[in-house]
């Protein structure tokens, strides 16, 4: 609405004066004549509408069935023709009472049977695999998209490390991403090494369905994939991205690696999937090369930590990283090729205040680094995030090295 000065009528017996008198402007459906409604009178009908309007019922959590969510969903067309009917009674009731019809504000009732915005019943998240295998539905929504209405990069990765972070709460308990053995022994897990690779960007409003599960692999470390589907409602359900991660036991107070507890081994033998690598039993991990120094580095793109930038360890996110090791490729390299895969070792970690540039070139070809061959219709480039000595970390290291795969544009 809008306020404004009304003035009173002017008076034969006194001077014309200007009472300050707020008025809600809003348009007739009927005439599109604006009518001028009190706004505390206003303000009693909405506090009536929402206390005669029926409560939504809660949402599901994780661990609830898919049905809550369909019951939530379902009702609400109902909930909205109610209260739009009980809006469309007081309005006319109101109008006839002051005996201004010309002016009454009349409101559409029909509008409340017209089919609302399409809104998809998918559960949220569940166990499956007898309990092997967590699955999580995400929307994909508006501020994770590019110009091109698809999402990014970034989009997968944060999909991926929330779809993990639920999956340990719904093993380990709320708000523990650990087992309560590692936890009691000050340890912690550690991302090392992650893979990313998208064969299609799912576009905004697109429903994407993230499945993941674990192995540990031997007694310091573990490994985590994913599997993420279009299960958008009218489209063929396929995988559409998949990503894999190597886990490492962290010693918090001694800083240093650390073996995972027999006890959460064996706790293992009834949570993991073995035996189901999402690259396949052929994948090899790769050593990533050093590009400082080499010919065709770019101009390092600088990067100061933010508050935002942290997480829960105090540190910065890897999905931080992710962005910021993109923001070094040129412009004219995002023109001709859509970005494939990520893949990046961490190495160091960053706090409040301190500094990193990121830096990128070829990896192959006569500007590469390396000599190697790339394959038709791609390329590829190699990356890296340096931190320099400022802030909690006065020697500069390195913090990432990643590589990022390229397809030309259609």
């Not at 009691?184 to 994407?208: E, F, M, S």
């Not at 540190?315 to 931080?320: A, G, L, M, P, T």
Request: glycine content about 6%; aromatic content about 8%; proline content about 7%.
């Amino acid at each position: 609405g809008v306020w404004a000065w009304a003035p009173t009528a002017p008076n034969p017996r006194h001077r014309p004066q200007r009472i300050p008198t707020p008025v809600v402007s809003m348009s007739t459906l009927a005439s599109g004549r604006p009518v001028s409604v009190a706004p505390r009178a206003a303000a009693m009908r909405g506090a009536s509408d929402r206390a005669s309007a029926p409560s939504h019922p809660f949402r599901p959590r994780l661990g609830e069935s898919a049905s809550h969510a369909s019951a939530s969903i379902a009702t609400r067309p109902s909930v909205r023709a109610a209260r739009d009917s009980h809006r469309a009674r007081e309005f006319r009731a109101g109008a006839s009472a002051s005996g201004n019809s010309a002016n009454a504000f009349v409101y559409d009732a029909s509008a409340a049977s017209k089919p609302p915005l399409d809104i998809p019943h998918w559960h949220s998240r569940a166990l499956v695999n007898d309990g092997r295998v967590f699955t999580e539905t995400f929307p994909v929504r508006f501020d994770e998209c590019g110009p091109n209405k698809r999402s990014t990069m970034r989009t997968v990765a944060s999909m991926i490390q929330e779809c993990a972070c639920n999956h340990a709460q719904g093993i380990w308990g709320r708000a523990q991403s650990m087992p309560a053995d590692m936890n009691k022994a000050n340890l912690a897990w550690v991302c090392t090494r992650l893979h990313i690779d998208v064969h299609q960007y799912p576009l905004w409003g697109d429903q994407v369905e993230v499945k993941t599960w674990f192995e540990a692999q031997g007694k310091i470390a573990a490994r985590r994939d994913w599997e993420m589907t279009d299960v958008t409602d009218g489209t063929p359900n396929k995988v559409i991205a998949r990503a894999t991660s190597s886990w490492i036991a962290f010693n918090l107070e001694k800083r240093k690696l650390a073996r995972i507890p027999q006890t959460v081994i064996d706790e293992f033998q009834g949570q993991a999937l073995p035996g189901a690598p999402v690259m396949g039993f052929d994948y090899e991990i790769e050593k990533l090369p050093d590009v400082r120094g080499m010919p065709g580095v770019t101009l390092p793109e600088s990067h100061s930590v933010r508050r935002t930038d942290l997480d829960m360890n105090n540190h910065v996110n890897n999905v931080v990283y992710t962005e910021w090791l993109l923001e070094s490729v040129p412009d004219a390299f995002w023109e001709k090729y859509d970005l494939k895969e990520i893949i990046l070792e961490f190495r160091n970690e960053c706090h409040d205040g301190d500094n990193v540039d990121a830096i990128c070139c070829r990896e192959c070809g006569p500007s590469g680094v390396l000599n190697c061959e790339e394959k038709p219709g791609e390329a590829q480039l190699v990356h890296m995030l340096l931190k320099r000595g400022f802030g909690m970390s006065p020697q500069e290291a390195e913090v990432v090295r990643a590589r990022s795969v390229w397809r030309e544009k259609k």
